[in-house]
Nanobody, 128 residues
Framework: QVQLVESGGGLVQAGGSLRLSCAASGRTFSTYAMGWFRQAPGKEREFVAA????????YYADSVKGRFTISRDNAKNTVYLQMNSLKPEDTAVYYC?????????????????????WGQGTQVTVSS
């Protein structure tokens, strides 16, 4: 069992930056692939980024590629999402997700039904 707690959301102007954190409980964090998803009002939840258990492979949605960076620190049981050049369309609740997966290359990383554990979400609002 893994519990996930996101933090770092807030209100920022377009062009600004935020760093989200997701702290995980448990001693097996390093065996989990991690993902970030987001959900805007009236829209379905969508994939943002994912990272393999060892941090060597990362994956991004086209809409955030080049602006967002996912990383992890297994010693701190934490995964991060650095968000730069934020746009109003990035406004959403951001969720951290986890699944036990020791694959070097992730499959179905963009499918939310492939993740077993979810955080409560953190709001990101980007003003124009």
């Amino acid at each position: 069992q893994v519990q996930l707690v996101e933090s770092g959301g807030g209100l920022v102007q377009a062009g600004g930056s935020l760093r989200l954190s997701c702290a995980a409980s448990g001693r097996t964090f390093s065996t989990y692939a991690m993902g970030w998803f987001r959900q805007a009002p009236g829209k379905e939840r969508e994939f943002v980024a994912a990272i393999s258990w060892n941090g060597r492979n990362t994956y991004y949605a086209d809409s955030v590629k080049g602006r967002f960076t996912i990383s992890r620190d297994n010693a701190k049981n934490t995964v991060y999402l650095q968000m730069n050049s934020l746009k109003p369309e990035d406004t959403a609740v951001y969720y951290c997700a986890a699944r036990e997966d020791l694959s070097y290359y992730l499959s179905d990383y963009n499918r939310d039904d492939r993740y077993d554990y979810w955080g409560q979400g953190t709001q990101v609002t980007v003003s124009s």
